[in-house]
């Protein structure tokens, strides 16, 4: 955006006077807004690179809310941070300023990397799992194995529904319902310690047992325990 488009009234949407009663109408009883924060993500070498600086930004910014509001009160400040310090400039400023909705996602994050570092991840956004903190090298098809058990948490599978769900009548090997034990051994096998998550009901077939240590990640975008 150019300094002009800053500092110009826009000229598409008519400005409507509302008088001071009519604007507290509207307002909630208990609560009403007396402010607003913007966020600008963008650090000096991008800002130079726009041919702009990050003190006249804030001076643009600060005469274009004089003119539409004379009697606002404005506060900027320039959030510091290493050089070093990686992700997006905006998400940088948030956390630096201690905007709530970002220090609840660090501390998301921070609690997801201590859950990597035991135990079992089941990663199911993005098709994984972890155990004790190492990607383990499951096969596609041992991922879907699991990854359908997981999304029927405490129900028993049968054999028939594994094979049904889990291959197609045209792949080139289908197992039979007791060959589905080896895939099963094989999966097992790759959990090392954490195998017992994955139950044997005799006679039957087989069901997911969460434990403590397990952790799942749905994500968005998971599959339906219907719809697999």
């Known amino acids: 955006m150019s300094n002009t488009a800053l500092l110009d009234r826009p000229a598409t949407a008519p400005v409507r006077a509302v008088s001071r009663a009519d604007a507290a109408a509207d307002l909630p009883s208990i609560r009403s807004p007396r402010g607003f924060a913007l966020y600008v993500g963008i650090d000096e070498i991008k800002a130079a690179e726009a041919g702009v600086s990050l003190p006249l930004l804030v001076d643009a910014l600060r005469r274009t809310l004089a003119e539409l509001a004379p009697s606002a009160e404005t506060h900027a400040t320039v959030a510091l941070a290493p050089q070093s310090a990686g992700g997006r400039d905006l998400d940088v400023v948030r956390l630096a300023l201690h ?45 879907e194995l699991l990854q359908y058990l997981v999304l029927r948490e405490g129900r028993t599978i049968e054999r028939s529904e594994l094979v049904s769900a889990l291959w197609q009548a045209t792949d080139d090997e289908v197992p039979g319902e007791r060959t589905i034990d ?36 749905y994500g968005h975008g998971t599959p339906s325990p219907d719809r697999f």
């Open 99 to 143: 905007e709530p909705g970002a220090i609840a996602r660090a501390k998301t994050a921070v609690e997801e990397e201590k859950d990597e570092e035991s135990g079992v991840v089941v990663d199911i956004s993005r098709k994984r799992v972890l155990l004790d903190g190492e990607s383990a090298a499951f096969t596609y098809k041992e991922f």
């Open 182 to 217: 080896v895939h099963v051994r094989r999966l097992r096998a790759k959990l090392g310690r954490h195998e017992d998550i994955v139950r044997t009901v005799r006679g039957v077939g087989y069901r997911f047992d969460r434990h403590a240590d397990v952790v799942i990640r």
